[in-house]
């Protein structure tokens, strides 16, 4: 029980935020992650594009009227002006704005931790790149699973070669939650998400990427090549709601990924199984606490989250478990260090480096680029 | 806890095995499968194609001298010519052996249980078809996961139109036992199913055909077209190994199948899920007592065997499992059901009906057929 | 998978049974289970003391019309005087009838395999016990559970000396269908399980007894003292419904057991622990295939039926499930043993002598016994 | 999917500790809990009574030098006289310590949030209780479970009479950690918890305290008496690792308590089950994301976190896991609600009052206490 602590380390940086106001979702999780860290302090946010609910949010929030921005693009500039300016900005909008709002960050030196999907469209995600390329500023992408202990150790053990050759990746991500119309009901997190113009995709940019960054991150391995059928089963939608895609790796190793928001009865079902010619192993987030294992000629294994002879040191000892929010603190916690190697010069600890960045964001683009392609061509093999 | 009792009902009959001999393996399981029925005497063999082997065998087995044969040729003749001759014939040689005897057994108005795949070609197949719908003679195909009374339970669901139109059924069916090349390690078992001369094909024929059923059965759609991956991982092998099969059903339904016997850590994880856009239901032989079940805007239900508002009736209280001989054992009493209406004249019990016939046993000769030409077209769709 | 077969070998002997008729629930699974194993032919009963349904119940089973009885007392005495009488009697009658049954058929020299508990009463226990050890018939008791693979593999684990010295023995047996007044209702099973006179006892005698007795086969060793709460929770209930007991074993291990029959949600819950100073091990009838096991320091592992390095070898390959009638099965397997080894002189293999025998019979009485007095006197310390 | 969002409200505390410098394990847990909610500054603290200790810690923390202190009475006196002085103090020290810092903040007017047990011993818990009452600062009991989504869903099911008359409450919890003499190898964290000078008693204090609130919070009734087995497996360990405990509720209903801390294989099996007439309900840690119930007749429903019909409110959608933190820091934002009800003089919301408070504190060391004179007197019935 050799727990690390991350609160107990290095220096505090200013965040800022971009969406996340009154009524949407994922930025108040943004927000708790980066606050146990202990390592951020939230102090500036252009939080929604309605003035009125952005300066209410930003009050219920504590933070300063003089921080608070209707406009990224405003906040961008001001912020780059300030001594106390932000060190980082959580770009957690509808997809159609992070390519906007994280260039204007990324021109003004500020680092950013951009949701996913990238973009919304592949060529807004390789203009991000080229922006994130050229500058200083750090730039990661929150595929919050990549945060989890038992991901990290998954990937670990695949690196060991403890599971031999990959032969094949299969990973899933069914939900339940659109499986009517959902969207015409008011339901503002399926409004947006179902428009084509703000999302780019449906489910595969909502939990395909997800999945895929998942398949590439654990086993290592780039996915070259991409089958597909892409549906949208509820009457009216104007995006997928449904994917099924056949996969080739680089090694010649295949795999398979299904991602759906019609699937009843599944409330947030990523999982992800690997089979290599010495061993297996699987990871699903609904027991996101253990790594099943099991090598050839042997029997199965559950490994606990900290437990012996892991070799991911959580903050917790095995059994307390490990949940969303905590998952999405990691990657802070990975940024933050990377914000302090960069001030001090001194290297940043490896398992930083986990957190996913640029390269991961357009992979992520290029998969929903090649499977649209795909499935618009009756499951043509497309080459990402 | 009103429970059926199979062994009080209805006249005995008397069973020949062609097949199953020492070191054999399904052989056995048919013949305690069909003993717990009550309805049927084990009388006569050819047990295997040596002729010590199967002297041995019968013998072992308490067969009379004159009722062990060595040449299913020539048990077909002898006891068609018996006035105590046998009713049922169950075929359990490789797949090779399935059409002939079939067809002897068929030819002299002998009925025949035979195991998956019909045959090892789809011309076998058609040819045994032929056969079956021009005589009398009943003929069953031992599909014996459609023996669980729970997969007769998810059948009746869906008839109900509780789960309403259906979209999605996903199936796999991974195991791990030929992971590496068991077959060069003196594994009888693994040498005729990697044999093309006598399998036909590998994981596709061996495990592929249980999933295929399985999903048609339980979901009464027909699949009408496939899009597969067919690989072949260990070094050397002569047959598929693995598969990926995209589908899409009669209704406009999709889904997938996965085969594979390189699956390290799953012994038999047969399992299907079928999403509806009123509700989802599971089934998986490793839980084979229990279905899922989930209504859209509602709860996930698991259903024990032979609860309260089931509409199978089994033979034992709920909790008591029912295992892999016991649902062999279904397709026994369903098959004396049925000779017994013939007999009779008085209609079998519809529940009997549900045996798989050789309707069943020509789809899976179909879904190979097209998967393997599939696979060898870069995954183009092919027609069933 | 080097497989066993207990269907070629040795010979057949001759089974009878006392109670079993129509209605009846548990005589069919032991005719079931006799049958699948290829050794025993069923041919004479005295199925119900109703002399109709006596009769009606033997014609629908095929029984001569000179081998159905309406008198156990007629049916021993006859059986015994003929050249083809039965060499064993399977006793599955309401628990009044066991002792005085099993000492007609042992009077007569009839081999018995009587449904636990094994009387009504310790007295009678004893009777039978004394009985049984004076002569030569064998005497198995159905303790169902025995019969499973992975509760001899559990067993096999602590006498290799892989869970150390044990120190917790927890088991469970929780079943929900005496939850409400079920006995009033017009069901058969409720009516005479929950009437003192014919069941002795209530949840304690019905599954208690399993549950104890799969504590001492599993961890191979004896209790020596208990204390407990023994209620009633159903108005009118004129038996236990719920018992929880603490355990002193021997060796100094301590250990709990709740047998319950107004568990909401459990069908059949039999579910054991045991924790030593090196490992512990836990085994379910809900996942009967399967034996968790965790070493001192390591992971859990999950031991699949008839996989790798286990020590049981079944009758088929990992992951093809073991149910009730199989598990029974191997009971009816290990008498066929031991009466063959009686008939030919060669000593029987070692792993048909974990048939429950008096021994097994008379310990559950003496826990029925011990528990019932700890009940009355709150709870204190009685010893077996 | 309607969220509740606790970052957006209300005014922020000061938080102050005693305890959780380098080396302890939960005062960090206590920081990102309370740091997550957004509604604490942690802002002074008695880190260590190690003085170099302390003040590193408090460095690594960004606490000024003027308000780390080496004194919880120091800190108290000198917290009570700021303006700015903390609203709140955390209490993680061991258990003997819990009772003089409590006493110390309590005279201050300083509200406190202590770790479990209350207190090493019955008289200094009842000395607490004494001043707690006495004046205006809140006190808070960080039973860690009660935050929990699911916990306090199952509450709400009892309150709402859907389970009936409560019969049965069993509820466990093993852990495997102590199961070798881990104390005397180092493990910091094992030392003091095992010295009762320091920790007043073994598993029951640890653990067993945390499934005794578990079960009266859930059931909400009131345990009356308790007759235990008291053991310690671990030769020379001076405190109990192992109870088995028999309970009595007020209402009649009975129950069980095993806390264990050797066994193996278990990480925190915290687990909890209760039976009504009418329906059950279970729930565990492992697993805490969804909620166990069966009504009586019908089947098992597994109910997901914030899905649909659950009355517990949670901050994100249904699926993404809830861990540890996020349940701890409910219990900081249900604090946060009363200081500021406290303040405003608007009542409370009344989920905020499910914090446990000092009663639960209590009625954890009358348990204790009852427990171990039970466990001295061969397991007599002992009032609480």
Chains 1, 2, 3, 4 share one sequence.
Not at 48 to 71: I, K, Q, V, W
Not at 167 to 188: C, I, Y
Not at 246 to 265: D, H, P, T, Y
Request: net charge negative.
């Amino acid at each position: 029980m050799a727990l690390t602590d991350f609160c107990m380390a290095s220096r505090r940086f200013r965040l800022g935020m971009v969406g996340g106001g009154q009524g949407a979702f994922f930025g108040a999780v943004h927000r708790r992650a980066a606050a146990m860290t202990h390592r951020f302090e939230f102090v500036a946010g252009a939080l929604s594009s309605d003035p009125t609910r952005a300066l209410e949010s930003a009050d219920a929030l504590y933070l300063g009227r003089d921080r608070s921005y209707t406009d990224f693009a405003a906040m961008a500039a001001a912020e780059a002006g300030r001594d106390d300016g932000i060190d980082l900005v959580a770009v957690v909008t509808p997809n159609h704005i992070h390519a906007p709002a994280s260039l204007a960050f990324l021109a003004s030196g500020i680092s950013v931790m951009c949701d996913k999907p990238l973009t919304a469209t592949l060529p807004e995600a390789l203009e991000v790149e080229q922006a994130a390329k050229a500058g200083t500023a750090l730039f990661g992408v929150s595929y919050t699973n990549a945060g989890f202990d038992m991901v990290r150790e998954a990937r670990a053990v695949v690196e060991s070669g403890a599971i031999g050759e990959i032969r094949l990746v299969r990973v899933e991500f069914p939900q339940e939650w659109l499986a009517s119309a959902t969207e015409a009901e008011g339901n503002k997190q399926a409004e947006w998400r179902t428009d084509p113009k703000r999302s780019g995709a449906g489910s595969l940019g909502d939990i395909g990427t997800h999945a895929f960054h998942l398949a590439e991150f654990i086993s290592g391995l780039q996915c070259v090549m991409v089958s597909a059928e892409v549906d949208s089963f509820v009457p009216g939608r104007q995006v997928d709601d449904n994917v099924s895609v056949q996969l080739r790796f680089e090694n010649g190793a295949k795999g398979s990924l299904w991602a759906s928001q019609v699937a009843i009865g599944k409330t947030n079902g990523l999982r992800i199984e690997i089979y290599g010619d010495k061993a297996s192993l699987g990871w699903g987030v609904a027991d996101a606490n253990v790594l099943h294992f099991c090598p050839l000629g042997g029997q199965r294994i559950i490994i606990d989250r900290a437990s012996h002879g892991t070799v991911v040191k959580g903050h917790m000892p095995p059994g307390h478990p490990q949940g969303f929010v905590e998952a999405l603190s990691q990657l802070y916690a990975d940024m933050a260090d990377q914000l302090e190697a960069r001030l001090t010069g001194v290297a940043a600890p490896s398992k930083s480096l986990l957190l996913p960045g640029i390269d991961a964001g357009v992979r992520g683009m290029r998969f929903i680029d090649a499977t649209l392609r795909s499935g618009s061509a009756e499951g043509r093999w497309i080459t990402l």
